[in-house]
């Protein structure tokens, strides 16, 4: 189904995209030591911010904001006694909130879970991978609302890479990345990909941008 | 996949996957708002030639959901009964522009010619073509054998474990009555063969198909030996299609003697309940005939999951419309001629 650079070992087959290894053509701007610090510096922000963690709401959005969301959730835990890793996390696909979903093959819908608090009244924090065009995080807005009434919205991503076509902004950022249009940035995860690492591309190649 | 005609054409990849996003899309008819906005500003007809409840409403239901147009037509009360033909129907309903057609019609292959000829540029769903096909039935059949039954490995798993990616592989399965006459039956056989279940056809010789050796399915005459000896997974109950059956004296036209002779023979009670598996399910695609394929018991049993499956076939169908309107290759082209000329 995907085509492309052969995938590190512990992908799943069902995944969208391929992403090279570090030797073609791609750079390494971030490693594992520099993504662990980054949640943690997020995870103190997102408590600084919301004083404290009982309110809150991690959901991530499938596929790799769903780790990243347990990672700071496991974070929270570690730094706010009484706080329950799992109890907060849930998963939100987006793909039929798309708007561009007739510009591309057919999507694999992934799987929306809600934590057992539910999210009415509470502060969601949305969890991506990379923020690029915020057509994904408006198409999360669109599926919050139709799932509860959340007292705030926040949004959390490891890599900003700038290029907005819509007014959304992130609360809290990993790594700002300053990139053209013509290059892609890959996020590997230890739970998705078998390593940690942030790669740009440089190499234009054709296909989904996200 | 751009038509669903047949359960023939869906591979053990494309099956799945199937049936995996109607479990997504199941996961979604449970919360408050219902209503997703993925098909927004897509249209979708039914065109339906012949008499239905469940599959016209369910396809209906289904498209609404994902907030799909939905048109009904039905060949009573239009120019049909005036006599105008399929291709002027399917012209009409093109100039009208559908992205989606669904159809029922009375003579098998129908959807068929209305794919492959060239009248409408939209997606072709068979909701039922005579005795030929009725591939969403067979999908949701599918999915409500899997939700209950291939979770641990095979038979009787019983657990709630996510079935999802999984095949129903080991599972056996019997096929009971009017196979004769039911594109439910040819759709389910294929279906189930294509995601590794046994599948036994039992019925009467009369209700048999000529040429049924070359489907990949066994073929019993003995209702009660199969359920002693094969002990099966899931049993489908198949209506007794009188309306196909001519005027039979007393009910069953040539096929059998009459009601209660097969009724004794084939139909499924409280005795023959007690000879299956317990975690065996019971399925009938309705409408039933209480009394003559299924008794009252074996239909109102704790183990019948009869509304079950209509509510599965919300998620089928929603599935099927997913896969076949949301993506599309050829669409980003027709998009921008469009921005372009505004």
């Known amino acids: ?210 | 996949m751009r038509h669903l005609l047949s359960t023939a054409d869906l591979d053990r990849a494309t099956a799945i996957h199937i049936l995996d996003t109607a479990a997504q899309m199941a996961a979604t008819q449970s919360r408050e708002i219902k209503k997703l906005p993925t098909l927004r500003g897509r249209t979708v007809i039914n065109l339906f030639f012949e008499d239905s409840t469940r599959t016209r409403i369910s396809f209906e239901t289904a498209a609404k959901r994902l907030s799909a147009d939905v048109i009904n037509f039905s060949a009573k009360g239009s120019s049909v009964s005036k006599g105008e033909s399929l291709k002027d129907t399917a012209l009409t309903l093109q100039a009208m522009g559908a992205d989606a057609v669904v159809v029922r019609h009375q003579a098998s292959g129908a959807p068929h010619t209305l794919a492959h000829a060239g009248w409408v540029d939209g997606a072709v769903i068979n909701a039922g073509d005579g005795t030929h096909q009725h591939p969403t039935q067979a999908l949701l059949d599918a999915y409500t054998i899997r939700r209950h039954l291939a979770v641990a490995g095979g038979a009787g798993g019983g657990g709630t474990l996510d079935p999802s990616g999984r095949d129903l592989a080991g599972l056996k399965v019997a096929i009971v009555g009017d196979v004769l006459h039911s594109r439910v039956a040819r759709s389910n056989v294929l279906l189930l063969r294509t995601l590794g279940a046994d599948v036994t056809l039992v019925a009467p010789p009369t209700l048999i198909p000529v040429g049924v050796e070359a489907w990949p399915c066994r073929v019993s005459y003995h209702l009660d030996d199969v359920l002693r000896a094969e002990q099966p997974d899931a049993i489908m109950m198949l209506r007794v299609q009188r309306e196909r059956m001519g005027a039979g004296g007393s009910g069953g036209g040539a096929f059998f003697p009459n009601p209660l002779e097969y009724t004794r023979g084939f139909g499924l009670d409280a005795r023959r309940l007690a000879l299956l598996p317990e975690h065996a399910i019971v399925m009938h695609p309705g409408p039933m005939n209480r009394g003559l394929e299924i008794s009252a018991d074996a239909a109102d049993s704790r183990r019948a999951v009869i509304v079950e499956q209509v509510a599965n076939g919300v998620a089928v169908r929603m599935a099927v419309l997913y896969l076949l309107l949301a993506g599309d290759a050829a669409e980003p082209k027709l998009v921008d001629e469009r921005v372009g000329i505004a």
Not at chain 1, 68 to 95: C, F, K, M, N, Q
Request: net charge negative; no cysteine; hydrophobic share 40%.
């Open chain 1, 1 to 210: 189904m995907s085509s492309g650079p052969v995938l590190p070992p512990a992908s799943s087959p069902a995944e969208r995209w391929a992403a090279p290894s570090a030797s073609t053509g791609s750079r390494i701007v971030l490693g594992a030591p520099e993504i662990g610090r980054a949640l943690t510096r997020i995870a103190h922000e997102i408590l600084e911010r919301n004083r404290g963690g009982a309110e809150l709401v991690l959901l991530g959005i499938p596929t790799r904001g769903l780790p990243l969301a347990h990672r700071l959730a496991d974070r929270l835990a570690a730094v706010e006694p009484g706080l329950d890793a799992a109890a907060i996390v849930g998963s939100l696909d987006v793909t039929m909130y798309r708007d561009d979903l007739h510009r591309h093959p057919t999507r694999t819908i992934g799987a929306t879970r809600l934590p057992p608090s539910g999210i009415d009244g509470l502060v969601v924090v949305l969890v991506d991978d990379v923020l690029y065009s915020g057509r994904t995080i408006r198409a999360a807005l669109d599926a919050i609302s139709d799932l509860g009434r959340p007292r705030a919205v926040q949004l959390a991503a490891l890599v900003d890479r700038g290029h907005r076509e819509l007014p959304i902004r992130p609360d809290y950022v990993g790594k700002n990345l300053p990139t053209s249009h013509g290059e892609r940035v890959w996020v590997l995860l230890e739970e998705t990909d078998g390593e940690d690492a942030v790669l740009i591309e440089t190499a234009p190649i054709k296909g989904e941008s996200r």
